[in-house]
């Protein structure tokens, strides 16, 4: 993983993200489809159960993960949560936001709980389509959103933007598909770019007077 091409667009390789949630399962079970083989191991409270096994043949590849939150109830006063309830708008917000960042990716989600919530996310525009969904019940000022793409060495960047006729502004910033909610020296310099540029062709243009410039603001 760390020669490949794994960290361009992914986080939490380094295996502490299925280690955590092992450790906070009271059951978890991973199954692989792989070779023409399936194989799977099970683990009880992060303790392994029995080592990996061949548990039939197949033509598909992939792999599933299952767990069971530990939670507190009766039967588990000594549970890690007080509610192994999952939240289906967090889990589909979270969902559709990656089919933006990850154009062409397929993600369909189902709620087996009774609820009959069965969505798929689709979006061959990727960020592009995430600005005209933030963008939907307000006023823009041209109908397509700005899309600039962009590679320096191993480092993809990607830029969706549109203006719309409020006043207050919605930045979104990823790195790596994670949600940066404190901004980053990526959103610093995509800031500072785009007022510099701004500003030089308000000066070109005879736009912006003297000593006159609109702060990044």
């Not at 525009?125 to 962009?150: A, H, M, Q, S």
């Not at 480092?155 to 969706?160: G, L, N, R, Y």
Request: proline letters at 2%.
């Amino acid at each position: 993983k760390f020669g490949g091409e794994g960290y361009k667009v992914s986080g939490g390789l380094h295996g502490v993200g299925a280690s955590v949630v092992n450790a906070l399962s009271r059951h978890l079970k991973v199954t692989v489809y792989q070779d023409g083989k399936v194989y799977e191991q099970e683990y009880q409270r992060g303790k392994v159960l029995y080592d990996l096994r061949v548990a039939g043949e197949t033509s598909r590849t992939g792999t599933t993960i299952q767990f069971w939150p530990d939670a507190r109830c009766e039967k588990n006063p000594d549970g890690v949560f007080e509610t192994g309830d999952f939240q289906f708008n967090i889990l589909k917000a979270r969902l559709r936001e990656m089919a933006f960042l990850n154009k062409g990716i397929r993600i369909r989600f189902i709620d087996e709980r009774g609820s009959g919530h069965d969505r798929t996310f689709y979006y061959e525009g990727g960020i592009r389509e995430f600005v005209k969904y933030l963008n939907k019940n307000k006023e823009t000022l041209y109908p397509e959103p700005i899309y600039i793409e962009g590679k320096r060495g191993d480092t993809t960047i990607e830029v969706a933007m549109q203006h719309n006729d409020s006043y207050s502004e919605n930045v979104f910033s990823f790195c790596n598909n994670i949600h940066t909610v404190e901004g980053g020296t990526h959103l610093v310099g995509f800031r500072t770019a785009l007022t510099r540029v701004i500003n030089d062709y308000g000066k070109r243009f005879n736009i912006l007077k003297g000593d006159d410039k609109l702060e990044g603001d």
